[in-house]
């Protein structure tokens, strides 16, 4: 069985940074492709960024700078390092992982319970202005 745990969400202010962890348990060989979402209240969850087990990560257009995914293969963790937050990125953010390719931002949101087959219960992110 495989577990996704996040944690480092928080209260910042706006213009604040916060870097958001999630830890992988479990059998996760072919599990290449990792991503993070997120969900504003009365809001549709939305992809972030994938990022695939070779390093390489794609992002939406209003992550692409102020955001960075990264991950360590040998700890099981993925990161997502947020810089510059406003208000509008208040959301629960989701970590998940499976075995899609390519491992594309633009093929993940497609079907993103299709093709990701494990999630985390996420992390809260608040930012204040």
């Known amino acids: 069985q495989v577990q996704l745990v996040e944690c480092g969400g928080g209260s910042v202010q706006a213009g604040g940074s916060l870097t958001l962890s999630c830890v992988v348990a479990?059998?996760?060989?072919?599990?290449?492709?990792m991503a993070w979402f997120r969900q504003a209240p009365g809001q549709e969850r939305e992809e972030v960024a994938t990022?695939?087990?070779?390093?390489?990560?794609t992002y939406i257009e209003s992550a692409q700078g102020p955001f960075t995914a990264s991950r360590n293969n040998a700890k099981n963790t993925l990161y997502l390092e947020m810089n510059s937050l406003k208000p509008e990125h208040n959301a629960m953010y989701y970590c998940?992982?499976?075995?899609?390719?390519?491992?594309?931002?633009?093929?993940?949101?497609?079907?993103?319970?299709?093709?990701?087959?494990?999630w985390g219960k996420g992390t809260q992110v608040t930012i204040s202005s």
């Open positions: 990022i695939h087990s070779d390093d390489v990560a």
């Open positions: 998940a992982n499976g075995s899609v390719a390519p491992c594309d931002v633009l093929v993940v949101a497609a079907h993103p319970d299709q093709v990701l087959q494990d």
């Open positions: 479990g059998y996760t060989a072919n599990r290449h492709c």
